[in-house]
């Protein structure tokens, strides 16, 4: 074995870290050292079943109890929800996670990210805590949330809530005496394709209407009449995260299932986005590490003219930019997770300020994450693309960090109108 | 108008047998690979297997370039350039990974049977091979590749990975853990350029895939090219006849190579033409921003619609402009100088780094419909950018480059 530095030598900001953060880091590096990077070559051919990656989420979120942190202590959380310090430290399991599959990172993620809605303040929803802190508290099982957004018609203009409004959300909640109604087609939520417990559903309680109170993010148990769910999709690759369609079916749910009420779910769906981004960072980071660490055992396996590669300048340039990338894409990562914490500084998280600078600051990591790895991968020749480098594994996962949450172009738009201050974009 | 016609090309420079070829391969394709994709994947057995016969042997492109006289159809001018071209680009745009594999099979093709360095001797021994009617044969080549572990010699910064030595009557060859540019699991034929032991000179020898003392491992997982199944081999004493070794000089391996290196930019070509029309079908349909804006009169994603079609015309004329330099050695010299082969090592790895960023944009465009297997594209991004890591590392290549117009001698 070459002794070579490791991953703990790309800067965070120190003053930032949470004692939680870090202890739970070291859980989960311990986790994934074990767990899952022995077993994460075979993840792709996996992607039905989850058969090999079902096993260490039982571990992590069942048996750990990470699946509680967002709920409130007295019901068996860790009140999380509560902290400001929720996303720095997210953001260290996150990248922890990724380091070992950013799909199994995102699969993570989402089991909180619906969870916010109801578990983080100002908006708190003590009683749905109260209802569905027990399916995550009182079990060694995994439980999986998810988001459902997207539809056939696409993704993006339902994340596009500042123009759209809401008004091409095609699956409806219709009131009925006390509950809710719910018809409509999702397709594409982490966590779907039958692995999830509980879903948020964006809906709308008045098709067409450009009113946010007509936006509804309704909870649904999974396990209610009229849900079903396909067969997870088969992809470039995120094997770990399940995709696929979910249809609802004349799906009824009492009526405060609803996450914030008529007004507060649009707004706080801005909060879910931001989140959303900057959770997409972390993956970004959490796979340059990982690919740090191979290149390392590369470029000092592999020899040029006698001497190891990294011996070489051009060799070495390509280095140096491919650390320079995870140096800069994981400060502006940590600086976002702060700025997502720390709400009494830069203002609350679902804002259209912050859901931009939290898209300008995802796209822009994804981005050079991506360019980053395509030259690593290049400099490997043909071990770039052979499964047993790891390297081609979080090249095609990590494309969807790009893609997803609106895709990019949408991306350019929030950011462009909120800095530039355009109006019709 | 043919669609692929959209994209420019000097099609005043093509044969009339060019163009009738590339419409018959643009049609088979589609009949046999291209509106089978979506049920058959990439199955090897199913759909790859069976086209790279019907391409290679029915088609006739292992043929291509053999003497009449042993079977071939002896188009071996170096206006083959162009028909390389139009033909690759046809078959690339059905499957990245089968063009990829004839594109080798036509470089050796060029090497041996050109009209120009016709080898008679050599084409006699392998045109049958080829010429025979009976199969697919499956080319790839065993090339110095970049790091190699240990202190092998190298070739411009490359190490060898196959070493010969010569003993009575024989060539020896010995290498552990040789990567091949494809195929380690079915070729039929490995040509490796070797360090030879004691001498200078490397040689470029054809190794028989059923030589005895040639090994292959287990199929390894990559990241593309299903129809290239890769598996790395050990050859342990292999002995090949002293005539299996095709030449000893740069320039006819350096002919190989830019031969090599036209296939694969045509094979590029035609991922990214097939590329174009998967996001044509998606960008006449797909409404965003609420209802009746169609996505490609969206100005931001029209404009990066646009912006991905001038890269595949750039991309496309760039390959022809490399059929061109190859199809006319009088203006520009031989395929295997200095001057034409730093221009096909450039133009191949702009072709890539342009493919790759056009077929980056098509998904961003496409979002989760690009990640989907269903949709196809992303087997097209995965193939280009395996095969642009298998043409090697373009630190390695901006070395040729400086060495040819910097004179930089010690890189
Ligand atoms: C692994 C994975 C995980 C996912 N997880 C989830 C999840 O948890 N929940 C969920 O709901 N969905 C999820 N998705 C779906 C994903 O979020 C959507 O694919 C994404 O939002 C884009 O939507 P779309 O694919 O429908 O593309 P479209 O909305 O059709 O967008 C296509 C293109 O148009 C561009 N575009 C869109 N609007 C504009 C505009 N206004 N101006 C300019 N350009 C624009 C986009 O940038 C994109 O390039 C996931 C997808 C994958 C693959
Ligand atoms: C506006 C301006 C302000 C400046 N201010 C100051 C100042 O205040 N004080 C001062 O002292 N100088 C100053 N400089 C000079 C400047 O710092 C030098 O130009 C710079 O350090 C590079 O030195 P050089 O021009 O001699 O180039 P060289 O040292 O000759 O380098 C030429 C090229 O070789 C590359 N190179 C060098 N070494 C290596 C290596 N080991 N491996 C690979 N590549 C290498 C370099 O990156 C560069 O591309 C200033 C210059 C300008 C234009």
Redesign the interface.
């Given at each position: 074995m070459i002794k070579v530095r490791g991953i703990d030598v790309f800067s965070r900001p120190l003053e930032y870290l949470t004692p939680l953060g870090e202890q739970v880091g070291e859980i989960i590096r311990e986790w994934v050292e074990k767990e899952v990077i022995p077993y994460r070559?075979e993840f792709?051919e996996d992607y039905l079943e989850h058969r090999l990656i079902l096993p260490p989420f039982k571990k992590l979120l069942g048996e750990y109890g990470i699946q509680r942190i967002l709920f409130p202590e007295d019901l068996g959380g860790w009140g999380l929800g509560h902290s400001d310090y929720l996303c720095v430290a997210a953001f260290r399991m996150f990248e922890e996670i990724a380091r070992a599959d950013s799909g199994m990172a995102v699969a993570f993620g989402v089991v909180f990210w619906p969870l916010v809605l109801i578990c983080c303040e100002p908006h708190v929803n003590r009683r749905l805590c109260e209802e569905f802190a027990p399916m995550f508290t009182g079990t060694t099982e995994p439980v999986f949330s998810c988001l459902a957004m997207?539809e056939p018609?696409?993704?993006?203009?339902i994340e596009?809530v500042e123009?759209?409004k809401g008004?091409?959300i095609r699956t409806t909640a219709v009131r009925d005496g006390d509950e809710w109604v719910i018809n409509g087609h999702k397709?594409?939520p982490t966590n779907t394709g039958g692995v999830a417990d509980l879903m948020a559903v964006v809906c709308t309680t008045n098709p067409g209407s450009r009113n946010p109170e007509d936006i509804a993010i309704i909870f649904v148990p999974c396990d209610r009449p009229g849900v079903t769910q396909g067969p997870a999709?088969?992809?470039?690759?995120m094997a770990a995260d399940k995709?696929g369609d979910i249809w609802f079916e004349n799906v009824r749910v009492p009526l405060w299932y609803r996450a914030c009420g008529p007004g507060d779910d649009a707004k706080y769906y801005g909060e879910v986005v931001s989140l959303g981004n900057m959770g997409s960072i972390a993956f970004a980071v959490g796979v340059m590490l990982n690919i740090y660490e191979k290149l390392q055992e590369?470029?000092n396996?592999?020899?040029?003219?006698?001497m190891p590669?990294k011996e070489n300048d051009?060799?070495a340039?390509?280095l140096a930019d491919f650390a320079a990338t995870i140096e800069a894409v994981r400060i502006i990562g940590y600086q976002c997770a702060r700025m997502c914490d720390r709400q009494d500084l830069y203002g609350p998280r679902w804002t259209p300020e912050i859901v931009a600078r939290a898209r300008a600051h995802r796209y822009f990591a994804a981005d050079r994450a991506?360019e980053a790895i395509?030259?690593v991968?290049?400099?490997?020749?043909?071990?770039?693309?052979?499964?047993?480098w790891d390297v081609?594994k979080h090249?095609?996962d990590i494309?969807?960090v790009?893609?997803?949450l609106g895709?990019?172009?949408l991306s350019?738009?929030e950011v462009a109108r909120w800095f530039f201050e355009c109006e019709t974009l | 108008m043919n669609d692929l016609e959209l994209f420019p090309y000097p099609k005043n420079r093509l044969q009339k047998t060019d163009l009738d070829l590339a419409a018959s391969l643009q049609n088979l394709v589609q009949k046999e690979i291209v509106d089978k994709r979506l049920e058959l994947k990439e199955d090897y057995e199913g759909l790859l297997k069976p086209n790279l016969r019907k391409l290679l042997v029915e088609i006739g492109l292992q043929r291509m370039f053999w003497p009449e006289s042993l079977g071939g159809e002896e188009h071996n001018g170096p206006e083959a350039a162009y028909t390389v071209a139009a033909a690759l680009e046809q078959v690339g745009r059905a499957d990245t990974g089968l063009a990829y594999l004839a594109a080798h099979n036509l470089a050796l093709q060029a090497a041996l049977a050109m009209r120009e360095n016709l080898d008679t001797e050599a084409c006699a021994r392998f045109a049958p091979l080829f010429c025979d009617g009976r199969g697919p044969v499956i080319v790839s080549f065993l090339l110095p590749v970049f790091g190699e572990d240990g202190k092998a010699p190298t070739w411009r910064g490359k190490s060898f990975q196959v070493k010969a030595r010569a003993a009575s009557g024989s060539w020896i060859l010995d290498g552990r853990g040789v990567r091949p540019t494809c195929s380690g699991v079915d070729a039929d034929l490995f040509g490796a350029w070797c360090a030879v032991e004691n001498e200078e000179q490397p040689a470029f020898i054809l190794v028989p895939g059923d030589a005895s003392g040639l090994s292959r491992g287990p199929e390894f997982k990559k990241t593309g090219l299903a129809a290239s199944r890769n598996a790395d081999l050990d050859l342990s004493g292999v002995q090949v006849p002293l005539e299996n070794c095709l030449f000893r000089g740069e320039t006819e391996y350096r002919r190989l190579l830019s031969w090599l290196y036209l296939g694969i930019s045509a094979t590029a070509v035609g991922g990214l033409l097939a590329a174009y029309q998967i996001l044509k079908e998606w960008g006449d349909n797909r409404v965003i921003k609420g209802t009746g804006n169609v996505f490609k009169e969206n100005p931001l994603t029209g404009a990066l619609m646009g912006e991905i079609a001038q890269d595949i015309s750039m991309a496309r004329l760039l390959a022809y402009d490399l059929a061109g330099m190859l199809a006319d050695p009088p203006s520009f010299g031989d395929a295997g100088s200095d001057g034409v082969f730093t221009a096909a090592l450039m133009i191949v790895h702009q072709v890539l780094a342009t493919a790759e960023r056009a077929i980056h944009r098509t998904m961003e465009l496409m979002a989760s419909a690009g990640y989907a297997k269903e949709w196809q594209l992303e087997r097209y991004w995965r193939d280009l950018k395996t095969v642009q890591c298998y043409v090697g590392s373009h630190e390695l290549a901006k070395h040729d480059f400086a060495r040819w117009f910097y004179g930089a001698r010690t890189l």
């Open positions: 070559r792709d997207t018609q696409g993704g993006s203009d596009n123009v759209l008004s091409t397709l594409w999709y088969e992809k470039a690759g995709n590369y470029v396996r592999k020899t040029y003219r006698g590669l051009a060799v340039g390509v991506l395509g030259k991968m290049n400099l490997m020749e043909c071990f770039g693309p052979d499964r047993d081609e090249w095609r494309k969807m790009q893609l997803w895709g990019k172009q350019q738009m | -």
